[in-house]
């Protein structure tokens, strides 16, 4: 069974580049039959979709965040990250990586695992 673990650093400062890791364990990151999301939760706002990486390696963002957001994968580690530059404190919340299904792709995405997510707190 496939499983994701997000990693990265649980405090920043604002103006800092948040930068998270993704690792998938059970199943390579290549397969064509998913694609692997960022998706956070922060009070007031709900979950809020980020951004995908699809197998081929295409990306695509948030219009709302896409001018910071940027993901990218190592293959050779079956790792997904997510930069996010210019953090402030509305970039505060929880942050999750999460497989999608192509099949659903069409109709919103549906995504059937996801990490435990990771605390991150932007504060000066």
């Known amino acids: 069974q496939v499983q994701l673990q997000e990693s990265g650093p649980g405090l920043l400062k604002p103006s800092q580049t948040l930068s998270l890791t993704c690792t998938v364990s059970?199943?390579?990151?290549?397969?064509?039959?998913?694609?692997w999301g960022w998706i956070r939760q922060s009070p007031g706002k709900g979950l809020e979709w980020m951004g995908i990486?699809?197998?081929?390696?295409?990306?695509y963002y948030s219009s709302t965040l896409k001018s910071r957001t940027s993901i990218s994968r190592d293959t050779s580690k079956n790792q997904v990250t997510l930069q996010l530059t210019s953090v402030t404190p509305e970039d505060t919340g929880v942050y999750y990586c999460?497989?999608?299904?192509?099949?659903?792709?069409?109709?919103?995405?549906?995504?059937?695992?996801w990490g435990q997510g990771t605390q991150v707190t932007v504060s000066s």
């Open positions: 999460a497989r999608g299904e192509v099949s659903t792709y069409s109709r919103g995405g549906v995504y059937d695992s």
């Open positions: 059970g199943g390579p990151i290549t397969t064509n039959f998913y694609y």
């Open positions: 990486i699809a197998y081929s390696g295409s990306t």
